[in-house]
């Protein structure tokens, strides 16, 4: 396997479990979070297996961080074949308490992130007449949550760019599409107390939180199903939403 994929906020949950399920098909992956040191660990474990593997530090929510970013894995693999930006974070609360910083944050390193990084992955993908991109959001992107109101919409805003840039790219053979997760055993939901989590969960019909690998092994069978699949969100929640 001679394809590259790229991947945000990778170097943990689900971000880390997708690098894994790749890796083991024989992609070149390169790795990017803001931190160096789980960053760091996860490549190594990655090497440690056999892969070709490149981490790259960056904050994907600014646009100089994502040119570094795309020139470094152009340096090292050459041609993206695989974006998926799966960078980001949440916030609880009500909106009315939220700071201007707290938007900003959220909304450059949910959203801004993935226009950033599909800007720069676009033109060689059209160039090749190939590509794929896949947006991991979350099922509150279609229905809401209250207290993440803004952690909402910009997921909302993730499922909308996913719909009208696939449309935008289907003629150049680019496929975009969006993972839509529900409640994922990610250190994203570690605040939940354990009476918290236990009423989560009974809510849930599958009885139980998702594994990052389920999400990964979603994620695959996106990117590997045939050229027709495009401007979907789909859905993995265990029937929750």
């Not at 960053?39 to 790259?56: E, H, N, Y």
């Not at 695989?82 to 980001?88: C, F, K, R, T, Y």
Request: some cysteine; overall charge negative; charged content about 20%.
């Amino acid at each position: 396997m001679n394809k590259t994929v790229l991947i945000t906020g990778a170097s943990r949950g689900i971000g880390k479990a997708i690098a894994f399920r790749f890796a083991r098909e024989g992609f070149r992956t390169v790795l990017c979070a803001r931190g160096e040191g789980e960053l760091f660990r996860t490549r190594d474990q990655l090497l440690a297996l056999g892969a070709s593997c490149l981490a790259v530090t960056a904050d994907v929510g600014k646009a100089e961080d994502c040119r570094r970013l795309f020139e470094e894995a152009q340096k090292a693999f050459g041609t993206v074949d695989i974006l998926i930006n799966n960078a980001g974070i949440s916030h609880i609360g009500l909106l009315q308490d939220m700071t201007d910083t707290e938007w900003d944050s959220l909304l450059h390193t949910n959203l801004s992130s993935v226009f950033y990084c599909c800007r720069q992955a676009i033109p060689s993908m059209v160039a090749a007449q190939q590509g794929r991109i896949l947006n991991i959001s979350s099922v509150w992107g279609a229905v809401g949550a209250s207290c993440e109101a803004a952690y909402s919409a910009t997921k909302g805003g993730i499922n909308a760019l996913t719909k009208a840039l696939a449309k935008e790219l289907a003629p150049s053979n680019i496929q975009v599409n969006a993972l839509a997760c529900g409640a994922i055993d990610t250190a994203m939901n570690s605040f939940l107390s354990e009476e918290e989590e236990a009423a989560l969960i009974d809510e849930i019909p599958a009885g139980r939180l998702g594994r990052p690998e389920e999400a990964a092994e979603t994620a695959f069978r996106i990117l590997s199903s045939p050229a027709y699949l495009t401007g979907q969100i789909i859905t993995l929640d265990g029937g929750w939403q």
